[in-house]
């Protein structure tokens, strides 16, 4: 038993975020767009949902050159989604529900249009001028070879004072300086601004991209972006994928991880914990970012989960094998399963055939996995990728970026180029939630047209209103697991260990058995999944482990998502069915 045994344990360890992108949630006012009034209309939804907290995407004043990930000024509210009164209510009101409400922060960068920027730009004298990174080219070029991960250089020359300027992302994100002292301070002091009005933490934009390599030496790589696109669209199994994740790392390697970034989270940890019961979570994979599992941050996320084409047992055993043995001991896991920059997981996980039972399992292994799960708005009625085939209501420029290499580099016709952009792009994800059956799914009045098209679909029952009556839906399954999760503490917090089950067949695997065990309160889960549309008699291969720890080998079922179980079983002789999921509780010797 961990020494800390005796604490009690940190609500973000226990608690299921939502992610809610402002946008695309709910639209209070009727005007087409998303908004603080819509969000606290449906916190009873998310409360009888089951969700604990809430991690909202910028919210802050934004020109919306990325949705929000601009920002304009950190201690304001954008006037699209309300005042800061109306973000205090929304605060007051999670809390009074007993919820927890985490915020975006983006520290790497500003929008070019906040007050800091348009100062530092204006003269090379500007008190602001180091707040940025500014450079003189190298006759007539930028500065070094550095790229932007969307799309052309890293490098901006501004006409005003004949320098280039420094972005990761956008042209319209410039990167600030956080070696300059006085950057670090006038963050902290946003930082506290919310944490002041309460808020219990936040989840760290592109949090590795901070520091960049002083001495500015090139980035070796023997790709160019063009052939990691063409490359990338290439693509056709998870290997070449990851083969391409590693050269696109490689060509941006001085631009990320660098020096100076673990000591800073550090003292951003001490910031956080100098309030009472606050959370950090870094959007990174990175292990090293939890520090010793106790000074960096609360959580990163496990990423792979997120990014991988297919779940299968094999592919859940050795991420959480590689996973778990390398965390500190203290550190805690995160898992997702999709965010606004990825994929909706329904139609990641879709092949034609088993998509709602796909889904199903996802979902059952976000929330039984040791760690903390985050959801991703919309996925609760199984929202699919929307690839509108509309160049002109793009919203995210990377799809415009994308179509500009589907033109350019790969050869593709128009039509072509702009569903291949829809694809790129992440707008698909990013649709208005549909809400109910009717004009515009309920999202927005119908003589309203929302700011990104909404999914003809949920005409055909993927929507919240038709989901809530059908006791058999997605949604009714997301509301039972996740209601069911919180009354099972080894779910919760239990320690996490695999089980030799059956894996059918020459070609896929097919079982996934773990136990979930917690000391306080003591108590024993097995987890089992079929993820095959075949039946499998006694999936259980290996007892020893069981068998020495507990005095039968009977389980009472707490959850089957098949009709007909009875409430006990024989962990050494029963039948699992098609793409069953079994809860089971085990009595220790
Ligand atoms: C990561 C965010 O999730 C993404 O949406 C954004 O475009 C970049 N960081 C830049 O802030």
Redesign the pocket.
Known sequence: MQSNAQKPRPWWQTAVFYQIYPRSFADGNGDGTGDLAGMIDHLDYLQDLGVDAIWL?PHYPSPMF??G??VADYTAVAAEYGTLDDFKRFLEEVHQRGMYLIL?L?L??TSHQHAWFVESRASKSNPKRDWYVWRAGKNGAPPNNWLST?GGPAWEFDPTTGEYYYH???KE?PDLNWRNPAVKQAMFEAIRFWLDLGVDGFRL??ISTLFEDPDLQDNQSPYTQADLYRLGQQAKIEQDQARIITAFRSMLGRQYDQPGIHELMRELRQLCDSYEDRVLVG?TEEISYYGDGTNELHLVFNFPLMETRRLTPTWVINNQRERLATLPEAAWPCNTLG???SPRVYSRFADGQHDDQNARLALALLLSLRGTPFLYNGEETGMRDYLFPDLERFKDR?SLWAYQMERQVMGASHEQAVIRAAEYG?DKCRTPLQWADAPNAGFSPADVEPWLPVNPDFSEGINVEAQRHDPGSLWNFYRTMLHLRKKLPALMHGEFKLIGAKQNGDQQPDILAFLRQSAQPQQSCLVVMNFSDKPCGNPILDMTPLAAEFKTSQARVLFANTQHREDALNLSLFELAPFEILILELQQA
């Open positions: 995407s990325d949705c990930y601009d975006d983006v790497n960068h969307f990761f992302f956008f994100q934009d592109a959007e965010n606004h920059d990377l992440r």
